[in-house]
């Protein structure tokens, strides 16, 4: 037993000092800082590793990954008097990943918007209109704001038809974007349909990953709200859901509508089948602790 245990210590150690002839292997054991005795252990792990980053510094991309899993490479760690081997990504896995998050996170999603709206700039509102600079002070002051704070109220913008509401809210979400942040505008009267459309269907976003994203988007705007046919079940499963969340969660939530609230609050009481107020008020309730309240009359711009 104990010769056995002698030539196997033996073996352990020519092996380890034929790796340490590879100046690879020697960097990478003096990079995980672990001294002869426990490298020694590994040494055939060790030498895969060590294999396999070779191939790694000529690599080129992805696309030639000669690995199993694209960009994951086995790489040890001391852990004690162990050592542990882990999967980590390579720099071009990395790169993609991260890539992939900011695309994620710095999209906006447009619902049923005209290219207009998609294309609305801060850059381009008119300021000659002195009836629109409340509204544009008040946009200008969240933009420095939510730069530090991401938990502002939004904006409650009603007023005649055509005066810009839908375009200056836009700029200022299509602004935000650039900055990383994700941003829902969707126009609401076609929402519901939209989200009808979207029960049971495999190729389209499902209902539930379309309300998610009204949810957890870090900015939404809900456009035209009080222009579409009402149902108890819009009302109270979509909006006071999406609604609820977002207050509790201190989302910047906006509206543009051509109801001030009051008128808003009479439309969201009156669905086809009944009246009924209390529902009505706990859904402008939460509109109001989401947001100020601005009113825009200004000429009607559309041609
Ligand atoms: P509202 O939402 O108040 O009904 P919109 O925002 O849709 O009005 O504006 C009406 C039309 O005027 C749209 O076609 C919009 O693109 C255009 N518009 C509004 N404001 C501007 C602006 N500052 N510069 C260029 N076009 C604008
Ligand atoms: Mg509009």
Known sequence: MVGNFKANESKLKS???????????KRLVARIKADDELA???????????NNLKKCSKCKGLGECPFECPGLILYPRVDGNMITFEYH????LKEENELK????????FYYNEPIQIKNAS????????????QTIKWIKDFYKKYNKDKHLK???????????KTYILAALLNELVKNGTTTVIMYYPQLLRTLKESFGKNNNESYDEMMNKFMTSDIVLFDDIGAE?????????????ILQYRMDESLPTFFT???NIEELESHLAETKSSVDIVKAKRIIERIKSLTDDIELISKNRRV
């Open 154 to 164: 939004g904006l409650y913008l009603h007023g005649s038809f055509g005066s810009g």
């Open 40 to 50: 020694r252990k590994y040494t055939s792990k060790l030498e895969e590793c060590v």
């Open 15 to 25: 092996d380890y000092l034929e790796a340490c002839k590879d100046n690879d292997f």
């Open 122 to 133: 801060m850059g381009d509102i008119d300021l000659t209109d002195k009836n629109r600079l």
């Open 101 to 108: 998050k900011k695309e994620m996170s710095s999209t906006a």
């Open 89 to 92: 990504e390579c720099k071009y």
């Open 257 to 259: 509508s051509n109801l």
């Open 229 to 241: 046919n009402l149902t108890a079940w819009s009302r109270d499963e979509v909006l006071g859901t």
